[in-house]
């Protein structure tokens, strides 16, 4: 190959390309590209909204059962707001049954597990500051293992009644959201970890209690908005 | 890699052809093999993933033929990678449009297609030298391979680590899936049997190639 190469040396220098050419050719190729870019964008925007309207929607009535509407807040400094009024931060969503009583609140939570991070929708229960049902929006758990925070009917037991009281301020959580190694749960506060996927377990925990945490303060005190807001002449 | 064309090629049903056999882009070539390992864990994402690619080759290389003769040689890599990351966000958008789970299972492989080298070697080696028809047909062909061959992945790895096929239940509940064929380690285990089939079925067409005419086949 070298030899080659070195036969082949005295070469007629190659024709320069001419710097308006080069120049033309990249900016023409952006332009089209951005084009194409902007005219895909536009044209599927409102197909993906809609799409995670949809997806949101399902899950929150899927962990909240019986609900049929929803409405969502927003969690502010100042407590809860309702969304779409410009005001930005984590969002919350008061579902409600068909004959407009409040069945529950879905909040969100991420907890790390082994894999990455564990992103959680719960089931919030203002009436006995507890957890009542959970769903998971997005994970990379280990097939097998992880995914049995899905499946696992004696974990999924821990999520049906997860205590969440507030202390006497109102503030935070009186005991924070734990969880125990697999058959040392002592404690409505406690989740019983699965044994062989103990960190799969520890993302639920964290996540469960970083949701309750940040959304029940707000909730409690705020709660005459949740309840009173299907009477606002929204649908 | 394959024999790179050095004169205009004629539109042939081979043009086509070829990807799917003779220049398959996995089995063969062995190339872009980061998608086919990573999302080839079931036969939807397999076939969703071939598909896009498809377009992305088809779409990039359309362009750069078309554009053939006006992209300087000092230029041409720029130019292919922003055309081909063009098409890859068009791809992009398009599957957050069709289902957003769809696009939470292909997760960064979606992003990734820029830089896969099936498509920079076609317009390399092919677009930028043939006229936009047999491009075009080409492209179709080699995507077209690229897509069996990751349904060829999938559907074995779903089988047999999920004991479902598009998310069908095969068999009964006393099935218990492999599970390590939907983790990583399955992902090769499945491209090294496919492999070897490859293999021995296209020595074995060498060798019956090779043996002298009119010597019976059990002389050799």
């Given at each position: 190959m070298t030899n080659d190469v070195q036969v082949e040396?005295?070469?007629?220098?190659?024709d320069a390309t001419p710097t308006f050419a080069m120049l033309r050719t990249l900016g023409g190729i952006s332009l089209i590209s951005g084009l194409l870019v902007v005219l895909a964008y536009q044209f599927t925007l409102p197909i993906i909204a809609e799409n995670q309207r949809v997806r949101t929607e399902q899950a929150v009535f899927r962990v909240v059962p019986g609900a049929v509407t929803k409405r969502d807040f927003v969690l502010t400094d100042a407590g809860l707001a309702p969304a779409g009024e410009g005001v930005q931060g984590e969002l919350i969503y008061a579902a409600y049954d068909a004959a407009d009583q409040l069945k529950g609140v879905a909040i969100t939570g991420v907890g790390n597990g082994y894999a990455g991070p564990v992103t959680v929708l719960f089931n919030y229960d203002p009436g006995c500051q507890c957890i009542v049902g959970s769903k998971i929006l997005q994970m990379t758990e280990t097939?097998?293992?992880?995914?049995k925070l899905e499946t696992d009917p004696a974990f999924l037991e821990n999520l049906k009644a997860l205590d969440a009281k507030l202390n006497a301020d109102g503030t935070a959580l009186i005991n924070p959201i734990v969880t125990v190694k697999?058959?040392?749960?002592?404690?409505?506060?406690?989740i019983d970890a699965i044994s062989g996927a103990t960190l799969s377990s520890n993302a639920m925990g964290k996540a469960a209690n970083t949701a309750a945490q940040r959304a029940a303060p707000a909730i409690q005190r705020d709660l005459a908005k949740l309840t009173a807001a299907n009477h606002t002449g929204q649908d | 890699m394959a024999e790179l064309p050095k004169h205009q090629e004629d539109l042939s049903l081979d043009t086509f052809v070829r990807g799917l056999w003779?220049?398959?882009?996995?089995?063969?070539?062995?190339?872009?093999m980061c998608p086919t390992l990573a999302v080839s864990n079931s036969a939807i994402n397999a076939i969703s993933m071939g598909l896009a690619t498809t377009f992305v080759l088809a779409g990039s290389g359309a362009l750069i033929s078309w554009l053939r003769n006006w992209i300087p040689k000092q230029v041409r890599i720029a130019s292919y990678i922003v055309i081909i990351a063009t098409f890859v966000t068009i791809v992009d958008y398009a599957i957050q449009a069709i289902s957003l789970d769809l696009y939470a299972a292909l997760g960064a492989f979606i992003q990734l297609i820029v830089v896969n080298c099936i498509i920079l070697g076609r317009a390399e080696a092919y677009a930028s030298q043939q006229r936009l028809v047999p491009t075009l047909v080409n492209s179709l062909g080699i995507g077209a391979g690229f897509t069996i061959a990751l349904f060829a992945l999938g559907s074995v790895r779903e089988i047999l680590g999920?004991?479902?096929?598009f998310g069908l239940h095969?068999?009964?509940?006393g099935f218990q899936p492999w599970v390590v064929m939907v983790l990583p380690p399955g992902g090769f285990f499945v491209l090294g049997a496919w492999l070897l089939l490859f293999n021995w079925i296209k020595q074995r067409g060498e060798r019956r190639a090779d043996a002298p005419t009119g010597v019976p086949a059990n002389a050799r």
């Open positions: 040396a005295p070469q007629a220098p190659p097939p097998g293992f992880g995914d697999n058959g040392s749960k002592t404690h409505p506060w406690q | 003779k220049e398959n882009p996995v089995f063969v070539m062995l190339l872009g999920s004991g479902t096929l095969l068999f009964g509940a």
